[in-house]
């Protein structure tokens, strides 16, 4: 398996202000993490595809200008929400997936957005 | 793109029971299935997971199904106990591609003591 640390849990910031989540792989190298929303009671909607060393391959509909992936290292991704709004008020969650299989999805713990 | 449907949204049983949830899938090139499970404000966890060369997998009260045929795939849950209570959600993926899963909308299972 592996071991997805994502910080904050939850982080509470007005509107208009920017907030950075870290997605890391503990256990082993990822060159790739996937970024999701999960507004409640509903599904996770994959977000964007965040490539080490290389630009994130966004979904569509998604603003890549509002919504800032680095993936600097290959045990760090970070998703930056700049500019936020209360309709940003969300549950983020990252992924990876591990070589060679490339199958299970492991999860981070999650971050809980609120945008007052 | 991929479309997931999942069906029923919400599942109450009584302990003991057994409980199913069914998903269908649009893509014929997915192959990888898996199902998560996840509690009230917590990651999701794979649970079971199929891959198109098979037609049932089973662990212990768990089983999957899948008709690749009619594309769809079926979460199979016996003796259901409280402690299974939870929002369970099945994708479907190209293996070469997991991370860039489809999810259904999920279903919220409750088990009644």
């Known amino acids: 398996g592996a071991v997805v640390s994502q910080h904050p849990s939850w982080v509470i910031c007005k509107s208009g202000t920017s907030v950075k989540i870290e997605c890391r792989s503990l256990d082993f190298q990822a060159t790739t993490m996937f970024w999701y929303r999960q507004f409640p009671k509903q599904s996770l909607m994959l977000m964007a595809t965040s490539n080490e060393g290389s630009k994130a391959t966004y979904e569509q509909g998604v603003e890549k200008d509002k919504f800032l992936i680095n993936h600097a290292s290959l045990t760090l991704s970070t998703l930056t929400v700049t500019s936020a709004h209360p309709e940003d008020s969300s549950f983020y969650i990252c992924?990876?997936?591990?070589?060679?299989?490339?199958?299970?999805?492991?999860f981070g713990q999650g971050t809980r957005l609120t945008v007052v | 793109g991929e479309n997931v449907e999942q069906h029923p949204s919400t599942l109450s049983v009584q302990e003991g029971d057994s409980a199913v949830i069914k998903c269908t899938y649009s893509d014929s090139a997915s192959n990888y299935f898996p199902w998560y499970k996840q509690e009230l404000g917590k990651r999701p966890q794979l649970i079971i997971d199929i891959r198109s060369n098979v037609g049932e997998k089973k662990d212990q009260r768990i089983a999957v199904t899948l008709n690749k045929t009619a594309k769809h795939f079926s979460l199979h849950i016996t003796e259901t106990q409280p402690e299974d209570s939870a929002v369970y959600f099945c994708a479907a993926s190209f293996n070469t591609n997991a991370g860039k899963s489809t999810f259904g909308d999920g279903t919220t299972l409750t088990v009644k003591p």
């Open positions: 992924s990876v997936i591990v070589p060679p299989g490339n199958t299970e999805a492991f």
